[in-house]
């Protein structure tokens, strides 16, 4: 009985639909802040479904370069037995998901989950050079791709995703030049970047609550096979400062920045943060796959605010 709860509690994390459920959560939360009243329906379901193909992906590349998660994670080892099925359901995901792209949703949704794209394959990259060293680059990198993910269909229906389209680095490839395509895309994806971190801050605050769920895990990996107590102490202090860093810049914007709208969005990232430190600070009664899932359960701690504002 015990191994069978065990089992059921895992499902979501094993199957990689954590995430997804994450991202829907703070997509709706999202769109209320932002007074968006409707969202294109493929919306709902591309975005869970790419997430879940970088996640896929993701552990399957961490088994290929680390064997050794085998032993430790029952996520890459599910993942490891099944690694033909995922990699098989991750291509058919991602060709979904670029075909609405192209012919079902805005333009504008197609042109910034390009610049996407192009984010995650550099944080592929990283992944491909990664240390045992904690990865604060790349768990920077891997909020901000998933804020993004959550706030470019936020944006684009609320009509302020205005980026320059992919078609005129097409229109400048075919009639004035590579040098002049190229100089086109790096404007979207300048014009993109600004437009979904600097002009909502929403976006960039929740960029930084899922590089800390991220990188809490981390740190809570390494304090457990950590070779000193002052080693696991020092990551548990880390985590703990950038949490309250967090909470700190949330309660500012909320304070001086957000209308009675978004105000909410703040608090649910201040309320997240806050229960990311109460899991910290009792790690040691919890098991390790327990506080995999409680970081991802923390993320959506904060859902009944939104419904009750």
Known sequence: MEKRRLVLWLIPNLLSIDAPLVAIAWMWMLAKALRVEYIPVSSWWVLPLAVWCVYVVDRLIDNWRHPELRESSPRHYFHWRLRWVLLLGSLVGAGVCIYESLYVLPRAMFSAGLVAIVLC?????????????????????????????????VNAANASLLVADFNGVLFAFHNT?????????????????????????????????????????????????????????????????????????????????????????????????????????????????????????????????????
């Open 177 to 309: 030049g590579i040098a002049d395509a190229i100089w086109n895309f790096g404007v979207m994806v300048l014009r993109t970047l600004m437009v979904v971190f600097f002009y909502c801050r929403e976006v960039l605050v929740l960029g930084a609550l899922c590089m800390m769920n991220i990188t809490a895990i981390d740190l809570w990996e390494r304090a457990t096979v950590a070779s000193s107590v002052e080693k696991s102490y020092s990551h548990e202090a880390s985590l703990t400062l950038g949490l309250v860093v967090l909470a700190a810049g949330s309660l500012f914007f909320a304070a001086f920045y957000a209308d009675e709208y978004s105000k909410p969005f703040f608090y649910a990232v201040m309320v997240a943060a806050a229960s990311l430190q109460v899991i910290n600070h009792y790690r040691e009664r919890l098991s390790l796959d327990a506080q995999r899932v409680l970081a991802d359960v923390a993320l959506l701690i904060p859902l009944p605010i939104f419904l009750v504002a």
């Open 121 to 153: 394959a550099f944080y592929f990259l990283l992944v491909w050079f990664r240390t045992q060293e904690v990865p604060y680059v790349k768990n920077f990198l891997a909020g901000m791709i998933f804020a993004m993910g959550v706030g470019i269909p």
